[in-house]
């Protein structure tokens, strides 16, 4: 057991989990391997049917608080986690990505290096469901003022990324619980309207891809994402000529790089030629992205065809099979007599 002052956590760490029995107790571990250790961490079980709470059960620490819900949703969970915390600064973890363990330092450093700043991000890399590197995420290095940004591309990638000074999430009103999808770039978006950012350039955040993720929920996704550009281009209507076209650009090309992931499958594939379309109509650059383009599009068309190919071998060698067979009983039964 560990033992701790008993003064108020700096910092509140807030974690939704539903059925995470595979990821949690890595996901956990990341945060109470963190150099920084004044923290509380909460974690919201958000109906889970599996050993998730099992597994939770299992680390003594009296930084955990653990507090049981009916499901709800992922954007409920993180509202209800914002309830409990009483530090001065949050950050969410989804249950199935993990923290560098300098990731709470080095984001406390630069808020208190620059108070003007609401939030603290770094930057991403993506691991697969085993734990294992799969490609690097963006290395942007906004900082100030930086919603004109946001709306082209969500450059904090994902909800597990930034520390945030809890006053701005309160003074906001927390997560949209209406939106289905991409709350988290949502936030950031409300966030970035009032407050100032600042960048910490480390990678501090191993974001895992999942097939069963909220995020591979592509239509779903592609709605939420239009409807909360449509309302923050209303913040900054001067914007929108400028950079409305940029910004679906951005959108459909990481919807259809998001399609293309692995499992795929043709109605995946289908999905991905629809984003490819979109995002070659909005990219002014398209000229100039034929390379690029030309590779999304030859892998759907290895998805789309490669089924359907397989079927036809398969089938062929069925029927040569069942020959086969059909041979063999004729040849046996006619040496019998």
Same mark, same amino acid.
């Given at each position: 057991?560990?033992?701790?002052? +008993? ?6 760490? !807030? !974690? ?32 889970? /049917? ?5 597994? !939770?059960? /299992?680390?003594?620490?009296? +930084? ?25 600064? #949050? ?42 590197? #799969? ?18 591309? $969500? ?47 480390? #990678? ?10 909220? @995020? @591979? ?9 239009? /409807? ?5 281009? /209303? ?9 409305? $076209? ?39 650059? +398209? ?24 079927? @036809?071998? $398969?089938?062929? =060698?069925?029927?040569?099979?069942? =020959? ?7 040849? #046996? ?5």
């Amino acid at each position: 057991m560990i033992k701790l002052d +008993r003064t108020v956590p700096t910092i509140s760490v !807030i !974690i939704p989990a539903y059925n995470s029995e595979k990821t949690i107790k890595a996901t956990i571990e990341s945060v109470l391997q963190q150099t920084f250790t004044n923290f509380e961490l909460i974690i919201i079980n958000d109906g889970s /049917q599996d050993l998730t709470l099992d597994i !939770i059960s /299992q680390f003594e620490d009296t +930084r955990i608080k653990v507090f049981s819900f009916d499901n709800a949703g992922g954007n409920v969970s993180r509202n209800r986690g914002l309830k409990y915390a009483i530090g001065e600064f #949050v950050s969410f973890l989804d249950a199935d990505d993990i923290w560098t363990n300098d990731k709470l330092a080095s984001q406390l450093k630069s808020l208190r290096e620059n108070p003007h700043a609401a939030v603290a991000y770094s930057w991403t890399d993506y691991i697969n469901e085993n734990g294992h590197f #799969v490609f690097s995420g963006r290395r942007t290095n906004a900082c100030g003022d930086v919603y004109e940004n946001l709306l082209i591309s $969500n450059f904090l990638e994902n909800g597990s990324n930034p520390l945030i000074r809890r006053e701005a999430l309160i003074d906001l009103g927390g997560f949209d619980e209406s939106l289905l999808a991409a709350q988290d770039w949502d936030m950031w978006l409300r966030l970035a309207c009032k407050f100032e950012f600042v960048c910490v350039q480390s #990678v501090q955040i191993l974001y895992r891809i999942s097939a069963n993720s909220v @995020s @591979s929920n592509l239509l779903r996704q592609e709605t939420a994402c239009l /409807q909360l550009l449509a309302r923050a281009y /209303q913040e900054r209507p001067s914007a929108l000529k400028q950079n409305w $076209n940029t910004s679906l650009a951005n959108l459909y090309k990481y919807l259809t790089c998001k399609a293309l992931q692995k499992p795929v499958n043709r109605q995946k594939g289908l999905t991905a030629a629809k984003f490819l379309w979109n995002y070659v109509f909005y990219d002014s650059t +398209r000229l100039e992205r034929t390379t690029f383009t030309l590779k999304l599009l030859l892998k759907i068309i290895v998805i789309l065809t490669l089924p359907t190919l397989l079927y @036809s071998i $398969n089938n062929q =060698h069925e029927k040569r099979s069942q =020959h086969t067979e059909t041979s063999l009983k004729i040849w #046996v039964a006619e040496n019998r007599t």
